[in-house]
């Protein structure tokens, strides 16, 4: 599977941005898929999760309300609403593919990536 992240940019304090992930490589869409963050100095941290189906949907507390996941799979394209963001959001932003469907919040538990896209937020 590879994923192409892209959407990233500069944005003030309480704007939006749209992420997707393009996927490719593979026929079938039944794979959870997920986004992680890392910001400079800080260890890659789990953002959000989307089963398959898109039936199951996860947060990280920190984005909880203010960010949406969502998947199109006759597209296989996974998205990241991010709405209201704040400057602790800047970070660059990673897609991952769960093809093993653990489906969870742990980066060990995915096993393909994205390139990466940066996300800064201004104050």
């Known amino acids: 599977v590879q994923l192409q992240a892209f959407g990233g940019g500069l944005v003030q304090a309480g704007g939006s941005l749209r992420l997707s992930c393009a996927a490719s490589?593979?026929?079938?869409?039944?794979?959870?898929m997920g986004w992680f963050r890392q910001a400079p100095g800080k260890e890659r941290e789990f953002v959000a999760a989307?089963?398959?189906?898109?039936?199951?949907?996860d947060y990280a507390d920190s984005v909880k309300g203010r960010f949406t996941i969502s998947r199109d799979n006759a597209k296989n394209t996974v998205y990241l609403q991010m709405n209201s963001l704040k400057p602790e959001d800047t970070a660059v932003y990673y897609c991952?593919?769960?093809?093993?469907?653990?489906?969870?919040?742990?980066?060990?538990?995915?096993?393909?990536w994205g390139q990466g896209t940066l996300v800064t937020v201004s104050s």
């Open positions: 991952a593919a769960d093809t093993r469907n653990y489906y969870g919040i742990s980066y060990a538990q995915y096993d393909y």
């Open positions: 490589g593979r026929t079938d869409s039944r794979y959870s």
């Open positions: 989307i089963n398959w189906s898109g039936v199951r949907t």
